[in-house]
């Protein structure tokens, strides 16, 4: 029981990692990004192919892989996303559910039906574990995604509030006419917001495909768990994301011992009862809380 | 609120959109008869294309009209068929099955709709995915489905194969015009106004008076209960239920190309669209995954480029209503400002 627990605290470092790019950038842009988890499934397949191509370890794959996925954030803020969001809230959930459908099938017209993974190019970090007492196991993976959840949601929040290009983000999120009238470039600012988000997706990814296998449509999955994770956190605090994420890793860790099937049962489940549970409480939609999270002033 | 009705709904129509509705009258008569001289295989293909009608008008009714994208229309798509399965199994007649099905998965939306809707755009777009997922899931825990592997509808088995074939294409025309009929009548009615005037404007719309929730909770129940019947149809012309065909992903996507290149918000763009994309399925759907690309990448560009899809170029450029629903019409200047 306690190890069950401990398992589903631990990955929910996992589902942090890869559901705070889908709040921060709905926090900026006020996008949520249908593609995200297409998009950290490519930065996958990426890391791959220099791995089993090219013998480059997936760490130092990063070096290139997160380059990229940043430029290609770049270009997509520039050529689609802010084409989109200019029609309204419901364009930009259109435009990006075709572009995950665009970059899913790409992915399988690529590599095919076969499943993949990072895990033969990680030495042993994919099963090394230390021993706690009581024959309890502790995954180096694990516990390294979630030291890195905890770096990536500090440091977004530390850039947010202490540099000058994290202002003006926040700036650009609030008022973009305003900040444009002391001089802030919306059009910049919007590009490097989503070039931040790629960099977490593209992390995100690396983590998906060395704790697990990943073929071309697990895309939705991702999104759907990054989803929950942000939802279920409702943010609020630095810890919000984080908790979100852990909440979804217990209930994903319960339901598998009660059921075959209840690993991804138990999640959703969680999910309905706290939208369930949050509409009648309050009635505000999470989305909105999760903005007030990356964008608050710091205390 | 007032509205200068009284009698000027005969100005609603034009001489192009009587001819229009006369002409579908005509197209529905031809396409009663038409087993007569269609193959089998024209037959089937003819009942996808009501079954894409239905699949894209639906979607519009709730995206279009009530400013509701959802991801997770699929869900009732599967419980159309889940349903129909299950009935049968308990000795219903399986074309009875299928519209008792789809009444049934109508009920289950109204519950649902009590929180789902309270969720905003993509909050609520993938929330409804979520429900998916996990109604797909719990669908396999069922014994009779047997899990992924599936069943079939062995109950149809007592019909030999024309007799099939052509109940279940009248079956598929009448759902069609009925679903098509019930939108446009709706459309027309006093909840038809309240629609469009949140799919102009939702705030203005609550502030006039209109009663947002209830008109988008009778288009979340409308689309829950049509794409139940698609479901069902599909499953009739299948015969077999996989849990991962029927809820996957890909219906919706199918809904939102239809949707976005025929005209969002547009009656007449969902029928346009659900025709477009059944041409372009007959040619290019053997290709496979280019196939999927080119579907993906050509909602990407309509929602960029002409995102009141193809009915709404048709439209300002010809200054054609072929369909008229609402009352704008009748005020020559409030037509103009939809421009």
Known sequence: MINTLIQGILLGGYYAVIACGLSFMFSVMRIINLAHGSLAVAAAYGLWLLASKFGISPFAGLLIVLPVMAAFGWLLQRFVLERSARGGTLLPILTTFGLSIVIDNLLFEQFGADTRSLAPFIGNLSYASWQLPGHIFVGKLAVMMMATAIVILGGLQFFLSRFALGRAIRATAEDPDTAGLVGIDARRVNAMATAITMVTIGIAGAFLAMRATFSAYAGAPQLLFAFEAAVIGGAGSLWGTLAGGIVLGLAQSLGAQLHPQGFLIGGHVVFLLVVFLRLFRSGVPTFSKIRAFFLRSPA | MTFPSNGTSIERWTTSSR?????????????????????????????????????????????????????????????????????????????????????????????????????????????????????????????????????????????????????????????????????????????????????????????????????????????????????????????????????????????????????????????????LFFVIETFFGGTGVWYLIGLGATAVLFSLYLPHGLWGEIERRFGLQLLPVGYRLTLPDLLKDKR
């Open chain 2, 19 to 275: 001819l229009a509705l006369a002409a579908m009258a005509m197209a529905l008569v031809i396409l009663a008869v038409a087993p007569a001289f269609l193959g089998a295989g024209m037959i089937d293909r003819m009942t996808a294309l009501f079954i894409y009608v239905i699949l894209a008008a639906m979607w519009n009714a709730l995206a279009g009209f009530g400013g509701l994208v959802s991801v997770g229309q699929q869900v009732f798509f599967g419980l159309g068929a889940y349903f129909t399965i299950r009935l049968a199994d308990a000795g219903l007649n399986p074309f009875v099955a299928l519209f008792v099905a789809a009444i049934v998965t109508g009920a289950l939306s109204i519950p649902l709709s009590l929180f789902m809707l309270r969720l905003k755009g993509g909050e609520f777009a993938i929330g409804m995915w979520v429900v998916a997922e996990l109604v797909h899931l719990l669908v396999n825990l069922d014994r009779l489905i047997q899990g992924e592997t599936g069943t079939s509808l062995i109950s149809l088995n007592v019909y030999d194969s024309t007799t099939r074939r052509a109940t279940i294409y009248w079956l598929a025309l009448i759902a069609m015009a009925a679903l098509l009929g019930t939108l446009f009548i709706l459309m027309r009615s006093r909840a038809g106004a309240a629609m469009q005037a949140i799919r102009d404007n939702e705030d203005a719309a609550t502030s006039v008076g209109v009663r947002v929730i209830a008109t988008k909770r009778l288009l979340f129940v409308l689309a829950a209960f049509g794409i139940a019947v698609a479901g069902g149809l599909w499953l009739a012309t299948a015969t077999t239920f996989q849990p991962k065909t029927y809820f996957s992903v890909q219906w919706t996507a199918y809904m939102i190309f239809m949707v976005l290149v025929g005209g969002i918000g547009k009656f007449e763009g969902a029928i346009l669209g659900a025709i």
